[in-house]
């Protein structure tokens, strides 16, 4: 059963069931009416949460301290800045549909998906364009627990995503869980659609095998110290030898989606972002960022007895965070980065570490003889900004009576009525909010 996500995103998140479909193998370039696609993977921290002075991930006095209501306005402003028409989000911790659709109408978008996974974190997905949910599976595959996969595209384009978040403590897992991975991919590539896999891997690169046994050496270190074998180490050929044996990074997972042969797959940042600029500011990497405790504890004492805060961030800066494409697509490839700071609309630098520990990444994909346009809104409200307290609302719908006010987290402020096509506040203080009208359409206001 497939299901077509409205903007009320009121949808039933626990029926995630695997989809059946019949099979068309299909060699030529898949058609589609985009010219221009700009897409993102950002790993958010237990949803934002984890700069809250009271989670201890930072030192009380230090300038990244913020709570949760103000990280997550300051990622509003950094994606409205860099404007991705997709964004695969992990670790939504306290979101639901209708907080990340909140979430999502502060940046621009107006649909989104969440991943519910029960009692662990959900993934998501946010669009400016309408979403079809595929499939995805919220138990166990091959013995193991998947840690978010699911499989949703663009409603009526020829383009699918495959959201990933892999195992963070086992790599045997990650193996299992990167079958499922490319299972789903086969199936899809075979239906002949452009396939974009994106999200936290939780592994290295082969094609960092230089930068990583170099630049990053320190880490490797720390992480034999803090006996992490299973998470991250290679101890294929001495198996019997523990933490002894743990000298080399392990590279096996990422190795499967690069040696796949059926649908070659193209990781877009190695092969299109300017990577001997990153590796010269020793900055190749997308975690950790420099919030995590690792550079601030001076307790934690690492294989030497130094406090880990003489640990550099250029010393532990990994790459695990990816875009992969589907060779004709990745071959449409026009900009590929991982953002480690943005400037805002002050002319003033921020940096991704002052949100979270992982760094985003984003991959452009366009061509010239292809078009695209984006569904219009049915319902208008004015003055926007509102600069007293009537406002008005217009739309060619006549089922528009009510809405409910949100903040841009996604709080409910109050339930408002629109009488003779106006709603009267009686008291709104200054700030940014979220109409949603009964409707389902959600519109951004401003308050002076």
């Not at 789903?184 to 939780?202: T, W």
């Amino acid at each position: 059963m497939k299901m077509v996500l409205s903007k009320t995103n009121k949808l039933n998140l626990l029926a995630l069931l695997f989809t059946t479909f019949s099979f068309s193998v299909c060699a030529q370039i898949p058609n589609t009416t985009l010219n221009e696609l700009k897409v993102m993977t950002w790993n958010v921290w237990y949803g934002f949460s984890q700069l809250e002075a009271s989670n201890g991930n930072l030192p009380a006095n230090h300038s990244f301290i913020a709570s949760q209501t103000e990280v997550q306005q300051k990622a509003t402003s950094f994606l409205l800045a860099e404007a991705p028409d997709i964004i695969a989000l992990q670790e939504l911790k306290g979101f639901d549909a209708n907080s990340l659709a909140s979430f999502a109408m502060s940046y621009g978008h107006d649909y989104s998906y969440i991943f519910d996974r029960d009692t662990k974190q959900p993934t998501g997905v946010t669009s400016k364009y309408p979403l079809e949910f595929l499939e995805g599976q919220n138990g166990t595959y091959n013995g193991t627990n998947l840690e978010g996969t699911f499989a949703i595209k663009l409603q009526n384009q020829s383009i699918v995503f495959i959201v990933v978040h892999l195992n963070s403590a086992n790599k045997s897992h990650r193996l299992k869980e990167s079958n499922y991975v490319l299972e789903l991919y086969n199936k899809y590539r075979e239906l002949n659609n452009h396939v974009v896999l994106l999200g936290d891997f939780n592994s290295m690169s082969i094609t960092d095998r230089v930068y990583a046994e170099t630049k990053i050496d320190k880490r490797l270190k720390y992480r034999i110290f803090k006996d992490k074998c299973k998470h991250e180490l290679n101890k294929v050929n001495q198996p019997d030898a523990g933490m002894e044996a743990c000298t080399t990074w392990d590279y096996s997972v990422m190795d499967l989606y690069w040696n796949y042969i059926d649908y070659p797959i193209k990781d877009t940042t190695n092969e299109f972002a300017n990577r001997e600029s990153y590796v010269a500011d020793s900055f190749w990497g997308t975690f950790p960022s420099s919030s995590v405790k690792l550079f601030h504890d001076a307790s934690n004492l690492d294989h030497e007895n130094n406090s880990t805060t003489t640990h550099l961030q250029e010393e532990h800066l990994a790459r695990i965070d990816y875009v992969l494409a589907s060779t004709e697509l990745a071959s449409l490839t026009s900009d590929a980065r991982i953002i480690h700071s943005y400037t805002n609309t002050q002319n003033q630098t921020v940096l991704i570490d002052e949100m979270s520990d992982h760094y985003p990444v984003s991959a452009t994909f366009k061509a010239s003889n292809l078009s695209i346009t984006k569904p219009k809104m049915s319902i208008n409200v004015s003055p926007n900004p509102l600069k007293g307290n009537t406002l008005r609302v217009s739309s060619s719908s006549t089922d528009i009576n009510s809405a409910v006010l949100f903040d841009v987290t996604g709080r409910k402020i109050m339930d408002v009525f629109i009488q003779n096509d106006l709603i009267d506040f009686d008291s709104l203080h200054e700030g940014a909010y979220l109409l949603r009208f009964n409707t389902g359409l959600v519109k951004r206001i401003l308050k002076y």
